[in-house]
């Protein structure tokens, strides 16, 4: 079982390095305190390096589509039916190690 997250973004600042994605099954890991900098605390997806950003990303101030295919779970665990996914998208820069505050957070129900 799959999620596709997508979104829309553009990030102009020069210390811009992409997107990371949050999952979680907990609606308080997301859901407590979204509007810091600071989202190390919180289940998020790494790159196909094991680091952030999940999805590196141009600076840009044009606005394009991203996606990210989730199939498990930060702690490696895999998708399941009938549970409800919390899932969010934060801006990061890896030189300042910030994060912008976190996007609409969706709730997401798979079924077979």
């Known amino acids: 079982m799959n999620i596709v997250a997508k979104w829309w973004g553009n990030n102009p600042e020069n210390y811009f390095s992409g997107y990371v994605v949050f999952i979680s099954t907990n609606p308080s890991d997301l859901y407590n305190n979204p509007n810091a900098t ?3 605390d919180k289940p998020y997806m790494t790159n196909s390096f094991g680091e952030l950003p999940t999805v590196p990303a141009p600076i840009s101030s044009i606005t394009k589509e991203f996606s ?23 801006s990061y820069s890896a030189s300042k190690r ?13 079924t077979n």
């Open 68 to 90: 990210y295919t989730i199939s498990y779970l930060p702690d490696g665990s895999t998708l399941m039916a009938n549970v409800t996914y919390y899932i969010s998208v934060a």
């Open 38 to 40: 600071n989202h190390f």
């Open 98 to 110: 910030t994060f912008s505050p976190l996007s609409n957070i969706e709730e997401i129900v798979l």
